[in-house]
């Protein structure tokens, strides 16, 4: 244990040259390194480095969890700054897992998934409440953060949940439609039975009169 107490500075000074050197794999191993037996303030410091690395790599998920971690500092400055990177790791997270969307709008990319066949990468309306609340997780984190982009994110986010919101509601109208389509084809449906009632009515009534004509 003393010897990982003593070369926790030489992996924290390897981390960061790493990371400037933008060998992120390098700077991951080395922080988690220097991490591993701190607490307190430090570990703080060392989870949001950690973060960072992560970020950059492109492992959005690991460094929300480190940037989680980060958040547990005593130091306001070293909190808000986790929580607006937290919020960014959140972002690009859920953004990532739309995939490649091409040329088109988020609006069309998400319609297109929606109305895709099984086989193909259909969403559910259950998948957009997920986006929704994974969006708005972020926003909140914008919102609670105080770094010089924090309004101009919350705002890409406040624009992602308006068009996850838009969709949801086109698509219970969608819905409202065809169940009225519906409602109104089975009347018609009853009407065609009671006219061919009354119709078969109508043969009776002649083949009676019929009947009393031969009488």
Same mark, same amino acid.
């Given at each position: 244990?003393?010897?990982?107490?003593?070369?926790?500075?030489?992996?924290?000074?390897?981390?960061?040259?790493?990371?400037?050197?933008?060998?992120?794999?390098?700077?991951?191993?080395?922080?988690?390194?220097?991490?591993?037996? %701190?607490?307190?303030?430090?570990?703080?410091?060392?989870?949001?480095?950690?973060?960072?690395?992560?970020?950059?790599?492109?492992?959005?998920?690991?460094?929300?969890?480190?940037?989680?971690?980060?958040?547990?500092?005593?130091?306001?400055? %070293?909190?808000?700054?986790?929580?607006?990177?937290?919020?960014?790791?959140?972002?690009?997270?859920?953004?990532?897992?739309?995939?490649?969307?091409?040329?088109?709008?988020?609006?069309?990319?998400?319609?297109?998934?929606?109305?895709?066949?099984?086989?193909?990468?259909?969403? %559910?309306?259950?998948?957009?409440?997920?986006?929704?609340?994974?969006?708005?997780?972020?926003?909140?984190?914008?919102?609670?953060?105080?770094?010089?982009?924090?309004?101009?994110?919350?705002?890409?986010?406040?624009?992602?949940?308006? %068009?996850?919101?838009?969709?949801?509601?086109?698509?219970?109208?969608?819905?409202?439609?065809?169940?009225?389509?519906?409602?109104?084809?089975?009347?018609?449906?009853?009407?065609?039975?009671?006219?061919?009632?009354?119709?078969?009515?109508?043969?009776?009534?002649?083949?009676?009169?019929?009947?009393?004509?031969?009488?």
């Amino acid at each position: 244990q003393k010897h990982n107490l003593f070369t926790s500075p030489a992996d924290e000074k390897r981390g960061y040259e790493a990371l400037k050197q933008k060998k992120y794999t390098d700077a991951i191993e080395a922080f988690k390194s220097a991490r591993k037996h %701190t607490s307190g303030e430090k570990h703080a410091q060392l989870s949001s480095a950690l973060g960072q690395a992560f970020y950059r790599s492109g492992d959005y998920k690991a460094a929300s969890k480190a940037f989680s971690d980060a958040m547990l500092s005593d130091q306001k400055s %070293t909190q808000t700054e986790a929580e607006y990177n937290l919020g960014n790791s959140l972002y690009q997270e859920q953004w990532d897992a739309f995939g490649d969307m091409g040329e088109s709008t988020l609006k069309e990319y998400l319609t297109k998934r929606l109305e895709a066949s099984e086989d193909e990468e259909k969403i %559910t309306r259950e998948d957009l409440d997920d986006y929704e609340k994974a969006f708005n997780n972020a926003l909140e984190k914008f919102q609670a953060s105080q770094q010089p982009n924090s309004k101009q994110n919350a705002k890409a986010c406040k624009e992602v949940v308006k %068009t996850i919101q838009e969709i949801r509601k086109e698509l219970q109208q969608q819905q409202k439609k065809e169940e009225e389509d519906q409602k109104k084809g089975g009347d018609k449906g009853k009407e065609g039975d009671q006219k061919k009632d009354s119709d078969q009515g109508k043969e009776g009534d002649q083949k009676k009169d019929g009947d009393q004509g031969k009488e």
